[in-house]
C-alpha cells in the first residue's frame, strides 16, 4: 500500500462524540486538528474499516500492534479545558478525547474502527441474542494496582443509572439493558439485566436482540469506575482519578495545562510516552509549532497556502486525514406546506450543483454528500444512487408537484440556522438559495437564531427548514437511520414517517447477520432518499495535520478512542 | 461622616438584591434550556426533565433563588453548569487575575496618556495642540470597541506584522498590548478631556496666582499646586476602573481570545450556565457599589473643603 494512502487512511481527524459536529458556541480556536475543516481525499474512498469494502486486509490496529518502542518522551500539543473529567457526565469530544486515555469500560473501538474487547477479555453472546456474558481480564487494575472486577463494573453502571449522577446520555447508550430505563426514572433501585456472576465474570440482558448494543458500550458513559475513589469525595475525585485507562492523570491546571502520565499497571501494552502535556493556556498553534513547543497542529485555512507550497519546509511534515463521520444537511419538515410534497423536497435536492459548490466555494474542503451514512462508515453504500445536479428534472418535479400549478402563492419558506456572534450565513447556504431561486423560482428565507434556542425551537419541531450536522455516536448505522428517521424518534426532526421504513428499521435493530443487516440499512436509505425529507450537503472531508518528523504512532480517526498509547518519540 | 458610610453601607445589600433577582428572574424566562445544551443536539426529553428535577430547574423560581442567594451569602456560587463538577469560585479564581492584568494595563495606557495629554492641552489652552488634543480625544471616546479593535489589528498585525493577534501570555506578554490599547483608548480620552477640564479651573484660582506671586517656579506651581487639585475628578474615575479590574472586558476578550472573565461571562451566557453569570453579576455590582462608596470617602482627604453627608458644601 502506497505510504500516501496509508498516512489519508489512518490519519483521519475529528473526535466524534454525542453530537460532536454542532457549532456550539466556543471560545474560538483555530488550532487543534479536531476543529480543522475538513474534506474526504480520493484516497480515502477505499477505508479498510467497513464491511462494505471487501478484500481489505491491512489493519492498522495489527500493524501498530507489531511495533516496539522504547519507552520514554513527553508529547505537547494545545489543547482546551475539557467540561468535565467524568466519563459518565461526558458529552462532549473534548473531555472524550482525555477521558478515552485515563478510563476505559469493557468494551472499545480499536483503530481499525472495530469493537474489540477492552476490559473483558472475551465476550459470550446468548444464542437469543439477549445476554452478553463478559469475562474479565485477569490483569485489569485500577491505576493504583487494585484488580477490575465485576462488582466495580455493576457498580459503575448502578452509578451512571443514578438519576443523582446527572448523566445526560445514560439512557441514549443503555437503556437497551433491562431495567436501566426504570433506574433512571427511580421505579427500581438496581438495574435488573445486570447481574454479577463470579469475580470476574458479569453479565448483562438487553431487551432485544440488537447487535449494536457493544458499539455503544464503547461511549465513556459505560466506563469502569472505582467506587472507593468516588464515594464520599463530592467532586474532588475528579482531582486524583483512579481510573483504568494506559494514562492517568498527573496535573491539572485549569486553564494552564492538564498533564497525563503514564500508567504502568495497564493491562495492555503499556504506553511509550513517559507524558503528554496538554496545554491549556491558548497560544497561536501554527507559530508554536514552528518554534517547536507543540508538536503537532491542525492547519487552518489561513496557513494552508503556505504549507501546501512543495518548497515549504513545512511541507515535508503535512499530513492529511480523510474525511469523519459526519454529515451537514439541511431538514425539511414534512408535516409544513409547501415541503409536504416529497417531489417538491426532490426538486430542491436536484436544482443545485453541490460538486461545483464543494470545489469552487468550499475550497473542495467539504465534499459533496450523496446520502445520509457518511463516506467510509459501517454499512456505507457505494452504489447508492444519490441526487445529482439536474435542473431539468428539478422543474419538471416542481412542476408535478401539488405546489406546480400555482407556484406564485407558494407557501413562504425560512431556512433557520444556528450561529451566534453575529455570524455570517455561509457561503454555501447562500449559493444554495440562489440556485432554488433561479432554478425554481423558490425563495427561501434565512432566520439566524443562537445556539441554545435554535436547539429549543428545533426540539420542539417549530422550524419549517433548518440546517445542522449529525455526527456519529458509535460506529454503526442504526446511529443515523433509525435514530433520525423512525417515526416518533426524539430526534427525528423532520417528522419523516413511513411504516415501511419503520418495519424494516425494526428489523435491522435486531438481524443478526451484520451483512444482511447492512443490506437492510442500505434499502433503507435509499427508500428515505426517494423522499427526501433532508437536502444532503456534505461529509467534513480532509483536514491538515502538521506532525514532527519524530513524533511516531499518532494516528487521528474519526471518533474518539484511546489512542496516544501508540504514540512514540525517536530520537 | 460614620452616619453617612452607614446609610451608604445599608444600601449595598438593597441593591445587590435587586440587581440579582432581577438577573435570575429574566434567566428563567429567557429562552434556551441549560440542561438541553448539555446534551447537545441530541434530544432527550426525559433525561432532561430527569435532570431538571434533580438540580431543582422546575420549582418555583422564588424558592429558587432562595435556595441560591443562601449558598451566595455563605461564599457558595454554586457550582457551573457547563464545566461538570466545577465550582464557581474556583473558575473565576483562573479568569480574575488575567482579566485584571489586562485591566490594569489599559489603566496604565489611560492615566499614563490621559493625564500628560490632558494637562499639556490646558496650560497651553486655544493652541493648535489643544484643540487637535480636544478633537482627537472627542473621536477616540466615540470609538466603539468593535471598530477600534479590528482597526488596530489591521494596521499592527496584518499590514505592519508587528503585533499578534490573538491569545493570551500573562501581563509581561506582547499579546497583552493590542487589547490593552483598545480597552485603554476610550480611557485616555476620558482622562484627557477630565484632567483639561479640572486643570482649567484650577489655573484660574487664587492660591496658584498666590503661588506665581510668591515666585514659585513654573514645575513647583503645576506640580504642587495645579496638578494635585486638578486630580479630583480623575481620582473618581480610577476608582470606578479600579472596580472594573476584576470584571472582564466581554467584547474585547472574545476579540482577541483572552481567557478572562468576559469571555467566561459569554461562553456562560451561551451556554445558560445560570451560576456563572449570576456569580459575575453579583461580584461586578458589589465591587463597582464599594468602589463607589470609597470614592466618595476619598474625597474629604484630598479636597479639604468636601464634608461628607453635611450639605455644607455651599451651592
Same mark, same amino acid.
Given at each position: ?41 480520493s ?10 469494502t471487501?478484500?481489505?486486509t ?18 505537547v ?5 475539557p ?20 478510563? %476505559?469500560?469493557? #468494551?472499545? !473501538?480499536?483503530?481499525? +474502527? @472495530? ?5 473483558? &477479555?472475551?465476550?459470550? /453472546?446468548? *444464542? ?46 443503555? %437503556?437497551?439493558? #433491562?431495567? !436501566?430505563?426504570?433506574? +433512571? @426514572? ?5 438495574? &435488573?439485566?445486570?447481574r /454479577?456472576? *463470579? ?8 431487551d ?21 475513589n ?15 485507562g ?18 504502568d499497571?495497564?493491562?495492555?501494552k ?23 513547543e ?48 416529497p ?52 422543474r ?21 440556522i ?26 427561501v ?31 454503526d ?6 435514530v ?7 430526534n ?41 425529507p ?11 495535520l502538521?506532525?514532527?518528523p ?22 | ?31 434556551g ?30 424558592v429558587q433563588?432562595?435556595?441560591y ?10 457550582e ?5 463538577g ?9 479568569r480574575?487575575p ?12 489611560s ?47 496584518l ?8 491569545g ?8 497583552i ?20 477640564a ?14 506665581r ?30 472596580a ?43 465591587l463597582?457599589?464599594?468602589?463607589n ?23
Amino acid at each position: 500500500m502506497a505510504w500516501k494512502s496509508l498516512i489519508a487512511m489512518v490519519i483521519g481527524s475529528l473526535f466524534l462524540t454525542a453530537c460532536s459536529t454542532v457549532s456550539t458556541p466556543a471560545t474560538p480556536e483555530p488550532t487543534t486538528p479536531q476543529t480543522s475543516p475538513s474534506t474526504a481525499s480520493s484516497t480515502a474512498t477505499t477505508p479498510s474499516n467497513t464491511s462494505t469494502t471487501p478484500n481489505e486486509t491491512f489493519s492498522l490496529q495489527a500493524q501498530v500492534d507489531a511495533v516496539d518502542a522504547a519507552q520514554g518522551g513527553k508529547l505537547v500539543r494545545l489543547f482546551r479545558d475539557p467540561p468535565t473529567l467524568d466519563p459518565h457526565l461526558t458529552t462532549d469530544n473534548i473531555s472524550g478525547a482525555l477521558v478515552n486515555e485515563v478510563y %476505559s469500560g469493557l #468494551v472499545n !473501538v480499536d483503530l481499525d +474502527l @472495530n469493537v474489540v474487547p477492552d476490559l473483558a &477479555e472475551t465476550i459470550d /453472546v446468548s *444464542d437469543d441474542g439477549r445476554t452478553y456474558t463478559f469475562h474479565l481480564r485477569s490483569n485489569a487494575k485500577f491505576h493504583d494496582g487494585k484488580t477490575v472486577t465485576a462488582p466495580d463494573v455493576k457498580w459503575s453502571l448502578e452509578r451512571v443509572t443514578n438519576p443523582e449522577t446527572q448523566a445526560p446520555v445514560a439512557a441514549q447508550y443503555l %437503556s437497551d439493558i #433491562v431495567g !436501566v430505563t426504570e433506574k +433512571l @426514572n427511580g421505579s427500581a433501585s438496581s438495574i &435488573e439485566g445486570v447481574r /454479577v456472576v *463470579d469475580d470476574r465474570t458479569i453479565e448483562i440482558t438487553i431487551d432485544a436482540p440488537k447487535s449494536y448494543f457493544l458499539a455503544k458500550l464503547t461511549y465513556p458513559t459505560a466506563f469502569v469506575l472505582d467506587r472507593d475513589n468516588i464515594e464520599g469525595k463530592g467532586n474532588d475525585w475528579l482531582r486524583q482519578p483512579n481510573g483504568t485507562g494506559p494514562f492517568k492523570l498527573a496535573q491539572y491546571d485549569i486553564g494552564e495545562i492538564l498533564r497525563l502520565e503514564r500508567n504502568d499497571n495497564y493491562y495492555r501494552k503499556l504506553a511509550y510516552l513517559d507524558e503528554i502535556d496538554f496545554i491549556l493556556s491558548g497560544g497561536t498553534a501554527m507559530l508554536m509549532y514552528e518554534n517547536n513547543e507543540i508538536h503537532l497542529t491542525g492547519v487552518g485555512i489561513g496557513d494552508l497556502d503556505r504549507v501546501l507550497d512543495p518548497s515549504e519546509p513545512l511541507n515535508a511534515q503535512l499530513q492529511t486525514a480523510p474525511s469523519n463521520f459526519s454529515v451537514d444537511y439541511i431538514g425539511l419538515n414534512v408535516e409544513q406546506p409547501p415541503l409536504d410534497d416529497p417531489k417538491l423536497r426532490l426538486a430542491l435536492n436536484l436544482a443545485f450543483d453541490r460538486e461545483a459548490i464543494a470545489t469552487q466555494v468550499l475550497s473542495n474542503l467539504r465534499t459533496p454528500a450523496n446520502g445520509i451514512i457518511p463516506m467510509g462508515f459501517p454499512s456505507y453504500n457505494t452504489n447508492l444512487s444519490g441526487y445529482q445536479y439536474d435542473p431539468e428534472m428539478a422543474r419538471q418535479l416542481l412542476k408535478e408537484s401539488k405546489y406546480g400549478n400555482d407556484l406564485d402563492n407558494l407557501p413562504r419558506i425560512t431556512l433557520n440556522i444556528s450561529g451566534s456572534f453575529g455570524a455570517n450565513v455561509p457561503l454555501d447556504l447562500e449559493v444554495i438559495l440562489q440556485a432554488w431561486e433561479q432554478e425554481l423560482g423558490i425563495q427561501v428565507d434565512i432566520q439566524q437564531t443562537e445556539w441554545a434556542t435554535f436547539l429549543q425551537d428545533l426540539h420542539a419541531r417549530r422550524y419549517q427548514m433548518f440546517t445542522i450536522a449529525w455526527g456519529a455516536d458509535y460506529p454503526d448505522p442504526e446511529n443515523f437511520l433509525d435514530v433520525l428517521f423512525y417515526t416518533g424518534s426524539d430526534n427525528n426532526q423532520t417528522n419523516y414517517s413511513n411504516p415501511e421504513v419503520d418495519a424494516l428499521l425494526e428489523q435491522a435493530r435486531v438481524e443478526g447477520d451484520q451483512a444482511k443487516r447492512f443490506e437492510l440499512y442500505n434499502r433503507i436509505e435509499q427508500m428515505i432518499l426517494d423522499e427526501a425529507p433532508w437536502v444532503p450537503l456534505w461529509n467534513s472531508g480532509e483536514s491538515y495535520l502538521l506532525l514532527k518528523p519524530e513524533v511516531k504512532g499518532y494516528y487521528l480517526t474519526p471518533m474518539t478512542i484511546p489512542k496516544y498509547r501508540h504514540v512514540y518519540i525517536i530520537n | 461622616m460614620g452616619t453617612y458610610i452607614a446609610r451608604r453601607l445599608l444600601w449595598v445589600p438593597v441593591l445587590l438584591f435587586l440587581v440579582s433577582f432581577i438577573t435570575f428572574v429574566l434567566g428563567q424566562f429567557g429562552p434556551g434550556d441549560p440542561v438541553q445544551i448539555l446534551l447537545g443536539q441530541y434530544s432527550d426529553p426525559a433525561a432532561v426533565q430527569r435532570i431538571r428535577e434533580q438540580r431543582g430547574l422546575d420549582e418555583n423560581v422564588a424558592v429558587q433563588y432562595y435556595r441560591y442567594i443562601s449558598g451566595v451569602v455563605q461564599g457558595d456560587f454554586g457550582e457551573s453548569y457547563q464545566y461538570r463538577g466545577r465550582s464557581v469560585g474556583e473558575l473565576l479564581a483562573k479568569r480574575i487575575p488575567v482579566s485584571a492584568q489586562l485591566n490594569l494595563a489599559a489603566l496604565i495606557i489611560s492615566v499614563g496618556l490621559g493625564i500628560p495629554i490632558g494637562l499639556f492641552s490646558a496650560l497651553k489652552q486655544g493652541s493648535i495642540w489643544d484643540t487637535t488634543s480636544v478633537a482627537a480625544t472627542l473621536l477616540a471616546q466615540s470609538l466603539p470597541v468593535f471598530f477600534t479593535a479590528p482597526v488596530l489589528l489591521l494596521v499592527f498585525a496584518l499590514k505592519l506584522d508587528i503585533l499578534p493577534t490573538h491569545g493570551w501570555g500573562g501581563f509581561f506578554d506582547s499579546r497583552i498590548i493590542l487589547p490593552a490599547l483598545v480597552i485603554g483608548i476610550p480611557g485616555v480620552a476620558i482622562i484627557t478631556r477630565l484632567t483639561r477640564a479640572s486643570t482649567l479651573e484650577v489655573v484660574h484660582q487664587d492660591y496658584v496666582r498666590t503661588a506665581r506671586a510668591k515666585g514659585l517656579g513654573e514645575r513647583a506651581v503645576i506640580t504642587r499646586h495645579i496638578l494635585r487639585n486638578a486630580l479630583i475628578p480623575v481620582v473618581t474615575t480610577l476608582g470606578f476602573a479600579l472596580a472594573g479590574l476584576a470584571s472582564g472586558s466581554f467584547i474585547v476578550e472574545l476579540y482577541f481570545g483572552i481567557p478572562g472573565v468576559g469571555l467566561l461571562a459569554i461562553e456562560s451566557l451561551f451556554a445558560r450556565d445560570y451560576p456563572i453569570i449570576m456569580a459575575v453579576v453579583i461580584i461586578g455590582t458589589t465591587l463597582f457599589v464599594l468602589a463607589n462608596l470609597l470614592i466618595d470617602l476619598a474625597y474629604p482627604f484630598l479636597d479639604p473643603r468636601i464634608r461628607l453627608g453635611g450639605g455644607n458644601i455651599g451651592g
